[in-house]
C-alpha cells in the first residue's frame, strides 16, 4: 500500500551548512527541518514518527521501527545524500519503502 506522507519541504534547501552556521558536519539544521513533516497519522490511524538524535535517524511507521545512520565517510560529505541514504536504510530496517516523487514524500508498507 502506497500513501503520501508529506510534501517536501523546499525551505530546508536553506538550512544547508554553506547557508547557516551549521558546525555539526552533517547538517542538523537541515536534517531536522526536511524530517519534521514526516511526524503524521496516516489514514488507518498508523502514526509515522522521524526523528535525528545524534547521528542517528529512527523512522517509525505504525509497529514497524528502523535505524539508519549519518555516514560521511562511508557515503558522501553532503548532507542531501547523507540523509537519503539514512532515510533507506531506516525505512529498509522497519520493512518499509520511502520514496520521493514530484516534490512529496511517499512510504509503501
Known sequence: MKVK??????DAESKLPPKTED???IGVHY????IKPMNTKLEDGAAVRCKR???????????KKGEGLMRRLDVSLDPVVMLSAALEEAAKAAGVELAIQDSAIFLTL
Open 31 to 34: 536534517i531536522d527541518a526536511y
Open 5 to 10: 506522507l508529506c510534501d517536501v519541504i523546499p
Open 53 to 63: 538524535r545524534g547521528l542517528k535517524i529512527t523512522l517509525s511507521a505504525g509497529t
Open 23 to 25: 558546525k555539526s558536519g
